[in-house]
């Protein structure tokens, strides 16, 4: 009889993140979202089951650091795992219970809540509409969850009024665009999720300022593939905050050099044009200072992704970086991407990908996208199996806190 397999997290399992922001865009934690991967896997009956070792093997194979550096873990869990208990395999530092909308309020169910709390572990309430059988579990909650987009703006501040009674803090889900996010912040929600940082506050009829001209000018130069040795040194030295921080990222722990560089020549002699010019164009971006800190990760995170799946795509991995960084120009400087990338010089296969999403840099983008927003079915396809996708989005993730630590300061 051969031996059974079981298959590690990154191979049967896909878990992505989405970040949850306070009141001063700031990343309060982030919710996982996952899939098990065991569904055609004839030994393993019980969902709830697979869906705990998931969870569980998450924690254990990349820890609660990656997953969600100093913030909070939102995990969903069913009723089943409530009652079982299987929740306390997880740490009760900085991890949120989900309660599922599906979940009735049986008094087991309640009972379970009030262990968990006892136990350290706070709780949220998801997708919750207050209703007269619902309504009891207000008393057993920390958070409360709200979809927004599943209420007319009358009934969203019926219902903020009525949890406001109750000592919860309020998160409003699935905010998707800046005039959404204001009208939350307004009504008094503490949290919010979405991806409205990720996408564009676009005012009609009005153009980049010149300080933002200027940075995306630099970009343009950067991207020069013709700019000589002394000329991308020169673009680099005139910027001085650019400077100091390229050398102490060149210098960190993170690029591993055999030695340490004091000057832009040298730093470009050890690395490369071509990773110089990547570098210098994330810290360019890093530097605009009126964004969330987490759009910056974003970038970093889309970038390294590109930059390992491209070739399996049939792309360059170079390229793969500069589409998977650029796609989120358009939320960095509120405008809109074709007017963006018209200033600057790009390959044309780097530009089919990010306005038309076509050719080998399209389809990439197009699959790490649909990963990031927990699209499953949308970044599955018959070239790369959805276990590589899991690995390169959690190398990708670690690779980017680190270089945050270097650039963010």
Known sequence: ?????????????????????????????YELLYRDGTDNRANIVDGDEATARVMVNSFLELGIEQI???GQAFFNLTANLFLGQQYEALPTKNVILEVLETID?????????IQARK??????????????????FLNHADYVKVDVLALSQDELQQQVAILKEFPVQL????????????????????????????????VEGVSLN????????????????????????????????????????????????PRSV???????????TERMRQWASLLILAQTGDKPTELMRIALIRAHMCEDLSPLYGGSPGQGFTVGLFSILDAYFDCDMRQLVAELPLAPEILDAL?????????????????????????????VEPGKFNAVYWQSVERANTVMETIVQ
């Open 355 to 383: 306005l038309k999403r076509e050719g080998a840099l399209g389809t990439t983008l197009e699959r790490m996208l649909a990963y990031e927003q927990g699209n499953w079915e949308g970044c599955v396809d018959s070239i």
């Open 68 to 70: 969600s550096g100093n």
């Open 105 to 113: 309020p049986t008094p087991a169910v309640l009972e379970a809540l």
């Open 262 to 272: 004091d000057s832009i020549s040298q730093a470009i002699g050890f690395v490369g």
């Open 1 to 29: 009889m051969s031996e059974i397999v079981t298959p590690t997290l990154k191979q049967s399992a896909l878990v992505g993140r989405q970040a949850i922001f306070n009141r001063q865009m700031e990343v309060f934690g």
């Open 119 to 136: 136990c350290g572990y706070k709780i949220a309430l998801d997708d919750f509409v207050v209703s007269d059988s619902h309504r009891v």
């Open 171 to 202: 998160l409003a889900e699935k905010v998707e665009d800046h005039e959404i996010y204001a009208q939350c912040l307004d009504l008094g929600f503490d949290y919010f999720q979405g991806y409205f940082f990720c996408k564009p506050q676009i």
């Open 210 to 257: 010149s300080n933002r001209m200027a940075v995306i000018l630099l970009l343009a130069k950067l991207q020069d593939p013709f700019i000589e040795l002394p000329a991308l040194e020169g673009l680099v030295k005139n910027d001085i905050a650019l400077s100091v921080k390229l050398l102490r990222y060149v210098n960190s722990a993170s690029v591993g050099l």
